[in-house]
Nanobody, 124 residues
Framework: QVQLVESGGGLVQARGSLTLSCAASGRTFPTYALGWFRQAPGKEREFVAAISLNGGKTYYADSLKGRFTISKDNAKNTIYLHMHNLKTEDTAVYYC?????????????????WGQGTQVTVSA
């Protein structure tokens, strides 16, 4: 349906900043939003943020509000995740995903297309 490729991951010190990118290609219909999830070792995949393609409404995990910001560049078919004041607990593989369910949900099952993920490691 849609191909997603993440980039921008790497090693960063605590309190630092990092921006992830996700380039989308292929047929996106019926994609309603693009977003980010993350998965740390031994934990379930959790929702981070999403942005709707119509209107640009944003959604964030409550625990990340104020530190993470999602944005998009329609001309480049790319979304971004701007991460600030990073903490060691932010260490995880970050995945870009496309919501293919019309209902506004933040569960992984609502997202039908996934990227391969990019590793973010935050050191103390």
């Amino acid at each position: 349906q849609v191909q997603l490729v993440e980039s921008g991951g790497g090693l960063v010190q605590a309190r630092g900043s990092l921006t992830l990118s996700c380039a989308a290609s292929g047929r996106t219909f019926p994609t309603y939003a693009l977003g980010w999830f993350r998965q740390a070792p031994g934990k379930e995949r959790e929702f981070v943020a999403a942005i709707s393609l119509n209107g640009g409404k944003t959604y964030y995990a409550d625990s990340l509000k104020g530190r993470f910001t999602i944005s998009k560049d329609n001309a480049k078919n790319t979304i971004y995740l701007h991460m600030h004041n990073l903490k060691t607990e932010d260490t995880a593989v970050y995945y870009c995903a496309a919501r293919t369910n019309r209902v506004v949900l933040t569960t992984p099952t609502a997202f039908g297309s996934w990227g391969q993920g990019t590793q973010v490691t935050v050191s103390a």
